[in-house]
């Protein structure tokens, strides 16, 4: 029963090093590292602290006196779980929970432990559990384990019964095979979907963002559909696909993703780059901003450098969607609505009260109209690179072949004809 729940009591912590070169501001980090803990269900998270540290203690990450003082803290509060919102080694970990006498997980085990939580699809379950075990590979325990929290294939956190703590790297290894495979079929299957869709005649346009943006809330908004959309960070982690059809006729698939975060996890890279291959191949992205979030700037720039990584260059089409304007004052909003207006690309929208999306959209039909033409061409026997490169891209429609070569009918965007003219 819902009352026979036991939560696990945890504090945050977020540690302030100064000869450390993140630019994020301690107090909107430890909101969101706070809100990423309220993220999973099981945790009742009683505190936090931004601890200043004037260099990081290779053995423990904090000097012994703040140890003793935050070890008669937590104790006072009966804590059960300590959240430390930045990396932490494995002999730091084994160090200060021998010190506190309570389990510690980091942020990228905190990150893990959200996208195990949240994953539903076959291949989204299968890129968390293989970056669980790339994580849990390298420490010799595991998260917290009283939980005793099922879940099939790897169980990151532990079920009933398990008293193993250190894991056998070779089973690990083993283990990160067999999913590798299981993965690769997975792979082919969306694959031949994707191919599938680039033939039909419907540009693709992606939103992307930092995580809690507002993103399901206005794909919710332009499509009707019932994505999950509340107040938490990773809300949505599976993308979702709908088909719009746009004031002046055009129609569209807008997809929905995951949102960002900053010091994304290395072991999550790979997973980012599966559920956004959608984003890859979009003809139009949209940037969606949380523009009444206090540290909205870097996140921004978190985006944009997550974005990089994965490979989508500059020159994609993109718009900038400067989102929950109705949270800002009367001042703040106005002086964010001019702003947007001197710039064509810079949209300032409220994805609740609908403020903003007429010229939104209308701004989408002219960007996509004509995004995808149809062009016919011949090419010669010896141009096996670039009839090769189109089949890659999934962009033939049909193919013949002539006394002079191939004859093929191609669809695609600007962006993919000037990249094959540079072949």
């Known amino acids: ?30 909101q969101e590292a706070v809100a990423l803990a309220a993220a999973l269900p099981d945790l009742d998270v009683v505190g936090s602290d931004i601890v200043r540290l004037p260099k990081a203690h290779a053995g423990h990450l904090f000097g012994s006196g703040k140890i003793q003082e935050l070890h008669d803290t937590l104790h006072a509060a009966e804590i059960d779980l300590v959240l430390i919102d930045g990396p932490v080694t494995p002999v730091q970990q ?18 893990l432990e959200i996208f195990s939580d949240r994953a539903r699809t076959r291949e989204g379950v299968l890129q968390v559990e293989m970056a669980a075990l790339s994580y849990q590979r390298t420490r010799l325990v595991r998260a917290w384990t009283h939980l005793e929290r099922q879940r099939g294939g790897l169980g990151f956190v532990g079920g009933p019964g398990e008293t193993q703590i250190e894991a056998d790297r070779r089973a690990i290894d083993d283990q990160l095979v067999r999913l590798r495979r299981q993965l690769d079929k997975v792979v082919k299957t ?20 930092y995580t809690n943006a507002g993103k399901s809330t206005l794909f919710n908004r332009l499509t009707g559909a019932d994505v999950m959309a509340k107040d938490m960070l990773f809300a949505t982690l599976d993308p979702t696909m709908r088909r719009v059809v746009l004031p002046d006729g055009p129609e569209v698939i807008l997809s929905d993703t995951v949102g960002f975060i900053s010091s994304l996890p290395t072991e999550l890279v790979a997973s980012f780059r599966a559920t956004l291959e959608e984003v890859l191949g979009a003809d139009l992205i949209i940037h969606v ?3 009444s979030h206090a540290d909205t700037e870097t996140q ?55 403020e ?17 033409h149809v062009t016919e061409m011949v090419l010669g026997f010896s141009e096996g690179k670039k009839r090769a490169w189109l089949f890659q891209q999934d962009l033939v429609i049909s193919e013949t ?3 002079d070569g191939f004859v093929l009918t191609v669809q695609w965007t600007a962006v993919q004809q000037a990249q094959f003219d540079s072949l």
Do not use: C
Not at 99 to 111: C, E, F, N, Y
Not at 199 to 206: C, E, H, L, R, S
Not at 356 to 372: K, N, P, V, Y
């Open 401 to 403: 072949q002539s006394e």
């Open 356 to 372: 903003g999306l007429d010229t939104l959209l209308e701004t989408i039909a002219e960007q996509i109209q004509g995004a995808r």
């Open 94 to 111: 084994r160090n200060l929970e021998k010190a506190w006498g309570v389990k510690i997980l980091d942020r990228t085990g905190l990150i």
């Open 289 to 291: 901003r949380d523009i």
């Open 190 to 209: 969306r694959t031949l979907h994707r191919a599938a869709r680039a033939k039909v005649p419907y540009p693709i346009v992606a939103l992307v963002g």
């Open 300 to 354: 921004a720039t978190d985006v944009e450098t997550i974005l990089s990584t994965l490979g989508i260059d500059t020159e994609r089409p993109r718009l900038e969607v400067w989102n929950k304007i109705d949270l800002l004052d009367a001042e703040e909003g106005d002086a964010i609505r001019a702003r947007a207006e001197r710039d064509p690309a810079v949209f300032g929208i409220s994805a609740v009260t609908g």
């Open 1 to 30: 029963m819902e009352h026979d729940r036991v939560l696990t009591r945890a504090w945050v912590l977020h540690p302030e090093i100064k000869s450390d070169q993140d630019r994020r501001d301690p107090k909107p980090a430890l």
